[in-house]
């Protein structure tokens, strides 16, 4: 999907299910090629994480976020600091990015626009659980703009929004994620997390009962 089926799918409503469904298929594909590198990185087999967390049946979720010009920006943020749950996000916007990240305490603004038609891959929970601290969650945040010039104009001269489609992929609900085995050991990197179903975790993440990894 391209920045201008982004925008597409902003302004057209019956345009919507079709790329929605195109898109979703596509980027699947991407992140299981994403996850057969990262378990290669980590010294597992190349299906490992597939494996492990019964990807076939795992949960995807597409998620469409529009930020309008804000009149006080400062008083306001388009989504709070937050890491996301599952294993990989993929995320792409219209070329309108608010994203920063959290790196070593500071935020960090994130620029997609220097590769045109990026996806950003953001690590999630279950990830930093299944690689037993490895790779780590990337706490995040949107801002929101108050200056209509920093918003771009379509072909028809309407003003288009920041817009970020974020994408998350997690187990199968039923899974119980746990560091993999081959990655603990108990006098020097022992389990960082204990574990639990993916399902357990929405729902104590739903109910406000369950800490961030993060603190």
Request: charged residues 20%; hydrophobic residues 35%.
């Amino acid at each position: 999907m391209s920045q201008s089926s982004v925008r597409r799918f902003e302004i057209d409503p019956t345009y919507r299910f079709d790329i929605a469904l195109e898109y979703s298929k596509k980027i699947r594909e991407i992140t299981i090629l994403i996850l057969k590198g990262i378990s290669k990185s980590l010294g597992l087999e190349e299906s490992y994480i597939d494996k492990a967390t019964n990807f076939e049946l795992g949960l995807q979720i597409l998620a469409a976020n529009l930020y309008p010009a804000c009149p006080e920006p400062e008083r306001a943020i388009g989504l709070p600091p937050h890491s996301d749950h599952g294993l990989v996000t993929l995320l792409m916007d219209n070329g309108i990015s608010g994203l920063q990240v959290q790196h070593k305490g500071k935020w960090v603004n994130v620029n997609l626009n220097l590769i045109p038609n990026a996806f950003l891959a953001h690590i999630g929970d279950h990830m930093e659980i299944l690689s037993n601290g490895r790779y780590k969650s990337v706490v995040h945040r949107a801002l929101v703009t108050d200056n209509v010039e920093n918003l771009k104009s379509n072909d028809n001269g309407i003003y288009i929004k920041e817009m970020s489609i974020a994408v998350p992929h997690g187990p199968s609900l039923e899974t119980v994620v746990r560091p993999a085995p081959e990655l603990v050991d108990n006098e020097s990197h022992p389990p960082a997390h204990i574990e639990i179903t993916y399902k357990q975790f929405l729902e104590l993440q739903q109910s406000g009962k369950l800490k961030s990894l993060h603190g």
